[in-house]
Structure formats: C-alpha cells, structure tokens
C-alpha cells in the first residue's frame, strides 16, 4: 500500500499593495546669462520720438519712455562704421523699405547660435554640463535648428512662439523629463533677438511696445541633484476674453507685436479676483510667499501685479532690475531674474510667473535646495 498523499499546495505570499518609489524633485541647479554689447534703447526712443507727427501723441510718448523702468536694452545687430545705431544712417534699418523677414531671419540664424553659446559658457562656468541627455530651447524671435556641438545621442526639443512665458513651458519641460528619468541632465536655453523686428510704424502703442523689447539668452541646468532651486508644481491659468490683448505676428517684414495698452489694467484686474490671484500663484496666499520671479514684461505690469496682490516694494527688486538693465527680452526674462535670486539669500517658498499671449499666467512654485 502506498501512503495517502497529501494534497498538493502552493504556498502562496501574501499580496501586498507594491510601495511606489519616491518621487524624484527637479531642480534648476544655476543659469547663465548672456547678452550683446550694442546698447540701442535710447537710439531707438530719438528714432521713435521723430516718428510721430502729433505733437500731444509725441509728448505722452517721452513721458511714457522717460517712466518706463529701462535704461539699456542690448542688440545683436552691428554698430555701423560710425558706431551708430541700426536705425542710424547706413545702419540695417536705415532704408525707404524694411528688411523683409527672410533677411532677419538669416540674421537670427548667424546669432542667435553665438549668443546662445554665450549663455551656456556662462552656465558652464558655474556648474559641469558633462552628460546633457535632453536639450530644451524656446524662442518666439526666429527658428533654427538646435545644434550647438552636443552629442548627437541628446533628445532636443524647441518651444516656438510661446512668447514671455515660455521659459516656464520650457522649465516645466525639463522637470516633467527629470520625474519621468532621475538621471536625466537637462540643458535649458532661452534665446530671444527682439531688435529684429522693428517695424515702420507711427502709432504710439505699437511705438511703446518696440520700447520694451531687447535681446538676451539664458541658459540653465536642470537635474535630480539637490543644488539651486527645488522646482515645484507648474501651474497656469488665462484671462477670459483676452486673446488678441497679446499678440505676435510673422508678416513679410518680420514678427509684429501688438501689445495692447490695456494688458496691465486686464491682468491688476485679474489678480484682483481671489479665484484667478490663486490660480496665477499656484493656489498659495501671497503673504506665504518669500520671493517672487515675475517676468519683466514692463513696468506697469510689474506694478500692477504688487499692487493687486498687496506687496512690498522690494518684493519684486530683482525684476525691476532686469527690466532696468536689459529690458523685456521675452522668454529669456524670467530667466535672469531666477539667476539673480540664485545668487541670493536663501528661499524656502517663490513663485515664478509668467504673462504671455492667451492672455495666460503660468509660473511654478520653487524653493532653495533640501
């Protein structure tokens, strides 16, 4: 007789629901910034100021440069032999007829790649770019294709005609990549040449919107490692009815800007509304708030937002410096106020915000490194 046999078992573990592994925290760990050596704002306010022939229209027009918060604005554009300015005699604006966009547009390909590689060089000199795995460019001032000698085994992406925030789409960008791959390095540049596209107008507001402009290029590092600023949760949210307060348009002498007269009042009037304030700071009260990054967009914008959202008047010193030494240089903006906080004392809650075309407000919370 064989013995009775057991029924077979399988011993079976418990199961147990599986840990998720830790989220991993992006950080923007330094930027470099770069710009021309060819200072043309004040060039360009005697160009403008002749240009308009009603003589109340020409007296607000001073008024309104003379308080416009900007002292230079740089331009890639060349001196002329007389070291004048583009607009000058012999200089590239100086004919009956405007360069056409396809003539810009070379330019913006001869130097855009220089200045971009400024920025880099001055990233570089803070912090290793060895190991780039991703390259994240964004530029609303002309298109090329990002090659600055990197390997070619690194994923590129280019964020196009986003306009002044798009630095936050392209931050955001690179820590969607870090979440998604911790030993991503992710190389973020900014690069922007607005003096490209002056245009022959006479009209005060499109005069004052040229005013703004200047050109610069930013470039930052973003990785797992815990060195800068700890990038938080993006968030964004648009004005309603305000789609053409903002615009950009590629005509046959280059990209035009309309920027209406009405966005500062359109966007004190959005943050006055608690549900729209919160939206545009990412749900945080402004008192709970130690630093902002808020684009230099003009300084009525910079003064609608401390207004509406009660303020100090140094809370926003490091983009009422920017806007003082470069200008508005669109993407690239928001950039080089976020150098100028890295540089100094420690954060533990900003906010970075961005207005753009849409009417849109985007940002991110960030804070110095654990």
Sequence with gaps: MHPKREPFRVRRKPILPETPPPETTAHLNAIGTAVPDHDIHH???????????????????????????????WSVLDRTSGGGSPVAATGFYARPQLPGTAERMQLYAETAPVLGVAAIAALEAQ???????????????????????????????????????????????????????????????????????????????????????GDGAAAALVTAEPVGFAIGQPFATTLPDSADLIRWDVTDSGFAMHLS????????????????AAAATGGRAPAEIDSWAVHAGGRSILDAVEHSLGLPPAALAASRGVLAD????????????????????????????????????EGFGFRGAA
């Design 43 to 73: 060039a360009f306010i005697d160009w403008a100021q002749n240009r308009i022939e009603d003589e109340r229209a020409a007296k607000l027009f001073a008024r309104m440069a003379a308080r416009s918060g900007i002292e230079h604005r």
């Design 261 to 276: 007269g009405e966005v500062p009042a359109r966007i004190a009037a959005g943050l006055a509304d608690p549900d729209f």
């Design 127 to 213: 912090v290793s770019i060895a190991g780039i795995t991703h390259f994240v460019v964004a530029s609303c001032t002309g298109f090329v294709a990002p090659r600055i000698g990197l390997s070619p085994s690194v994923e590129r992406l280019l964020i196009g005609f986003m306009g002044c925030y798009a630095a936050v789409a392209a931050i955001r960008t690179a820590r969607h990549i870090v979440r998604s791959d911790p030993e991503a390095r992710v190389l973020v540049l900014c690069v922007e040449l607005s003096t490209l596209h002056l245009q022959a107008v006479s009209e005060i507001e499109p005069l004052l919107a040229m005013l703004q402009f």
């Design 326 to 361: 470069n200008g508005n240089m669109s993407s690239a903006t928001l950039m080089f106020v976020l150098a100028r906080l890295l540089a100094g004392p420690p954060i533990a809650d900003g906010v970075a915000l961005a207005f753009g075309p849409g009417l849109a407000a």
